[in-house]
């Protein structure tokens, strides 16, 4: 008798100095302190201590961050995206008041690799790629899309389709609270955007995604990766986002389980 096998995959990206994946404004940065640096750190709870009493002489390896919320693959909030939710109903809830029963659920993932860069996806395009895949959503799954941004190549934060107010107004309707993208943001590429608005100048246009959170509140992974080594559906997602007071967003580490 053959027994499944479960394949973790894992879908975070790194928290890195060496690669861009935020504005310039944005990036985060790491100081690595290692084994020979930091002897002194040791010595400092042990007076009279000296480096040759270290095994080697070695101290600890100790990494200082300084880091947004929202570098490398994290979960956002409601919060980030508007002070209410429920249309005004109430106030939008921050990642430490996040439903932790939403992050470990069945996954489906939509495949828009294929369109254009600052695509902004209607809620017609879902229907039909989860036509195309034959799968039903049901509530609570946790929907993935592949966006055609690559992680690690030159002018990532301007790659990859966005999901606007329509699509995503779509998927909350269906019962869907936990999304995300393997791009930058949910919504299409700022540059690109910006290109659209010089033409309308309609405010509508600007972060709608996002904003549809003011609406109905959901939770919106970004900077996912490994999106392409996933099946359209048939995996479980986790995504436990970091317990941080008030905060719009928290890191996550994100894994898919496929049942082989």
């Known amino acids: 008798m053959l027994r499944s096998m479960t394949r973790f995959i894992?879908?975070?990206?790194?928290?890195?100095?060496?690669?861009?994946?935020?504005?310039?404004?944005?990036?985060?940065?790491?100081?690595y302190m290692t084994h020979q640096d930091t002897w002194q750190q040791i010595a400092a709870f042990f007076p009279g201590l000296e480096k040759a009493d270290l095994p080697d002489g070695e101290?600890?390896?100790?990494?200082?961050?300084?880091?947004?919320?929202h570098n490398g693959t994290h979960m956002d909030a409601p919060w980030h995206y508007h002070s209410?939710?429920?249309?005004?109903?109430?106030?939008?809830?921050?990642?430490?008041?996040?439903?932790?029963?939403r992050f470990l659920r069945p996954g489906v993932k939509?495949?828009?690799?294929?369109?254009?860069?600052?695509?902004?996806?209607?809620?017609?395009?879902?229907?039909?790629?989860?036509?195309?895949?034959?799968?039903?959503?049901?509530?609570?799954?946790?929907?993935?899309?592949?966006s055609g941004a690559i992680y690690g190549t030159e002018k990532f934060i301007h790659q990859g389709?966005?999901?606007?107010?329509?699509?995503?107004?779509?998927?909350?309707?269906?019962?869907?609270?936990?999304?995300?993208?393997?791009?930058?943001?949910?919504?299409?590429?700022?540059?690109?955007?910006?290109?659209?608005?010089?033409?309308?100048?309609?405010?509508?246009i600007i972060w709608e995604g996002h904003k549809a959170g003011r609406i109905r509140p959901y939770y919106q992974i970004e900077k996912l990766t490994n999106l392409a080594a996933l099946p359209s559906h048939g995996f479980t997602v986790s995504c436990f986002p970091v317990k941080i007071e008030r905060a719009s967003a928290g890191w996550i580490r994100a894994v898919a389980m496929v049942e082989d």
Do not use: C
Not at 59 to 69: F, R, Y
């Open 110 to 146: 939509l495949d828009f690799s294929a369109m254009a860069d600052g695509h902004v996806v209607t809620a017609a395009e879902v229907e039909a790629e989860l036509d195309r895949i034959a799968y039903q959503l049901q509530p609570l799954d946790i929907v993935l899309v592949q």
């Open 84 to 101: 209410t939710t429920d249309d005004g109903a109430r106030p939008a809830p921050s990642i430490d008041e996040a439903p932790l029963d």
């Open 59 to 69: 101290g600890w390896a100790v990494e200082m961050l300084e880091l947004s919320t």
């Open 161 to 204: 389709v966005g999901l606007g107010e329509e699509a995503t107004l779509y998927l909350t309707e269906q019962g869907i609270e936990v999304v995300g993208t393997d791009a930058w943001s949910w919504d299409a590429p700022f540059s690109l955007t910006a290109q659209r608005w010089a033409e309308t100048r309609d405010p509508g």
């Open 10 to 31: 894992d879908l975070s990206i790194p928290i890195t100095n060496n690669v861009v994946s935020d504005p310039d404004v944005m990036r985060p940065k790491i100081t």
